[in-house]
């Protein structure tokens, strides 16, 4: 298994639309999971992390499935803002975090 | 605000050249990363340091070398710049518990002529 494998997309959805993106890990001993999103050309920032038992922070929803290894983002009611990409990041067994390739979103009005 | 700096923004060089991209940390943050991404691209480790005279090489092959003197600042040098080294440099850093996640600086872009 790769150590981290995302859908790249591109994502082309409407406005209002619901959308997720899943993302899977190959540490299964992992206990640190985050998504960050990427707007073109700058640094990742730390969206959010990723609890055991699911975690919402607004539109935003983030959820972690540890049988079968992958952490999920649905983002509700889609803004023409959300549009960027997102990266699925995981504590490797190094101590350091593993970013996925990034899901690429684009919400057209 | 940004609690991690990075200089020069943007930068254009001749081949051949040395140059050393600053990286400075407000936060106390022990661990210190620096990453490059081509546009588009997936982000490579180059670099990392878990604290004050201790660095270690990252995934990917690089011909830069990293200090790690002061907590607070994490410089990379490239000895001889080459177009090849054209790319953004991102460094980042976070605190000792793996449960926290990385801060990014806003980068360098570097473009060797």
């Known amino acids: 298994r790769k150590e981290v494998e995302q859908d790249p997309g591109p994502f082309n959805v409407p406005e209002g639309a619901t959308v997720a993106f899943n993302c899977t890990y190959s540490n299964s001993a992992s206990q640190s999971f985050f998504w960050y999103r990427q707007d073109c050309r700058k640094e990742p920032k730390l969206l959010m992390s990723v609890y055991s038992s699911g975690n919402e922070d607004g539109r935003f929803t983030a959820q972690l499935n540890r049988a079968s290894q992958y952490i999920s983002l649905l983002i509700r009611d889609s803004k023409l803002s959300d549009s960027a990409t997102y990266l699925c990041s995981y504590g490797g067994s190094q101590g350091n975090l593993i970013f996925g390739k990034g899901t690429k979103l684009s919400v057209k009005p | 605000e940004a609690d991690i700096y990075q200089t020069p923004r943007y930068l254009v060089i001749g081949t051949g050249k040395k140059i050393t991209l600053e990286c400075s940390q407000t936060?106390?943050?022990?661990?210190m990363y620096w990453y490059q991404q081509d546009p588009g691209m997936e982000l490579h480790l180059i670099h990392y340091?878990?604290?004050?005279?201790?660095?270690e090489k990252g995934d990917l092959s690089s011909e830069s070398t990293v200090s790690r003197i002061r907590t607070e600042h994490f410089p990379l040098t490239l000895e001889s710049a080459r177009p090849s080294h054209t790319s953004q440099y991102l460094c980042?850093?976070?605190?000792?518990?793996?449960?926290?996640?990385?801060?990014f600086g806003s980068g360098t872009r570097l473009t060797v002529v």
């Open positions: 936060m106390g943050h022990d661990k």
């Open positions: 340091s878990y604290g004050v005279n201790s660095t």
């Open positions: 980042a850093s976070s605190p000792a518990r793996e449960s926290y996640g990385y801060t």
